[in-house]
Every structure is written in C-alpha cells, then in structure tokens.
C-alpha cells in the first residue's frame, strides 16, 4: 500500500530563497535527523536530473537489501505516483511526497513522510528527489548521505554543468554506463570531474540493467 503526502499552497509556492526559509528548513532538517538518528535509521537522499535513473537504482538497491534488513523508501514526484507504484510492488513501506509541481523536496515534506511510517525495525531509508539538479542541494533533509545520480546519457558535461549539487554530495553514482560507447560520453572523465570538484568523493559507476557497480552501491551506503 502507498501513503501520499502533498504539499499544501503555502508549501509550494513559498521558496524563495530567503534566508529565512533556507535556516527554517535546517532547522527542521537536523530534528529529522535526530528523530532518524534516535531510531537507528540511515537517511540516504537520492538526487539527480529526471531520467537518471534514480527510481531504478533505489529498486535495485531495496530488492538487494530487503530481507536482510529493514527499508522503506519516500518517493518525491511532482505529479505522478509511477514510481512509488514501482517501488510498492516489492512490499518495503513507501511514501510518496507529491510535490505538487514543487521542484524540490524540503525537510518539512520529509518530517510529514517519516510520520506516515512505523520508524522501529528500519535500518535504511531511501529518500528520492525531485528530478532537478539545482535546488534541491540548498534543502537539506536530514539524511546522513547525499548521493547524486548522474547518467551517461545527460552527456559528457553534467558535472562540470552543476558542481553545487556534486560539492554537497558523500557518493556520486555514473549510471547507464552500459550506454557510454553508444552516447560517446567518457566514464573516466566524468569521474575525473567530480575527483576535481571534491577529490575525497567516492565515484562508483553503475549499470542497473546489466546489475553491475550495485553491490559496491549498497556496502558503501551501508558503511555510513
Ligand atoms: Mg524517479
Ligand atoms: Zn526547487
């Protein structure tokens, strides 16, 4: 079963970003994380641009996990509710967080999620972005990782295009490597962009389809 949450007027159209807003929204961020961190759970905010493959990755990731641990996953989708249907099928808790045309999701949204769900027994929590790669990096949610999801079909410049979301970033996962020949994109470039950004960074390219770089995904999620 999937529980929604939406986003009420003053939610959606209220972000500019005011000083104010941004500090409001720390502010809930770190309760979120308290409230996360007091229960033992690991929030992992998943962020990319629209078609990155951030829904298939998390499923792979859930479908991996699940029975050796507890995982529950909040989708933000701004009108659809495709990929929480997706995710449901595999019988974890999930939420989706319509945003209503909202184009980032907010700590606020987040702590309306974590009251729809049983917090005990989780280990993990999956939260998935928006489809955007701007703002999304200036709301904190109270997770403990920030993973970006770049895919190789966005091209050879996406890193260098946003370098903001990638400096907030803990992880950063190249998918859809399995199509770099066809796109002609350089995986070791873009990886090379990121190690330029932030040279501490942990890059690990994936390929959903054929299941490579997963297994690497998921310890490395689980070591935070
Ligand atoms: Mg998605
Ligand atoms: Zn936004």
Redo the contacts with the bound molecule.
């Keep these: 079963m999937i529980q929604t949450i939406e986003a009420s007027p003053d939610e959606i159209y209220d972000?500019e970003l005011e000083h104010s807003l941004l500090e409001a929204n720390a502010r809930l961020a770190k309760e979120n994380r308290i409230l996360l961190d007091g229960h033992g759970i690991t929030g992992i905010d998943i962020m990319g641009a629209i078609g990155s493959g951030k829904t298939t990755l998390i499923g792979r990731l859930v479908a991996k996990l699940k029975d050796r641990l507890g995982v529950a996953v909040f989708n933000g989708d701004a009108t659809t509710s495709s990929d929480a249907d997706l995710i449901a099928a595999q019988k974890v808790p999930v939420v989706q967080i319509a945003t209503v045309n909202?184009?980032?999701l907010d700590a606020n949204l987040v702590a309306k999620a974590l009251r729809k769900i049983d917090l005990d027994g989780l280990r993990l929590i999956f939260i998935e972005n928006i489809g955007?790669l701007i703002?999304p990096a200036e709301f904190p949610l109270g997770s403990k990782a920030r993973v970006v999801v770049v895919s190789v079909t966005e091209g050879q410049y996406m890193v260098r295009k946003h370098p903001h979301m990638f400096l907030g970033a803990h992880l950063v996962v190249i998918n859809k490597v399995d199509l770099a020949e066809a796109m002609n994109v350089s995986v070791a470039q873009l990886a090379e962009d990121v190690r330029i950004l932030k040279p501490d960074i942990k890059v690990i390219p994936t390929s959903c389809k054929a299941g490579t770089g997963l297994d690497e995904v998921a310890a490395e999620l689980l070591a935070i």
Excluded: E, L
């Design positions: 972000i909202g184009c980032h955007n703002c």
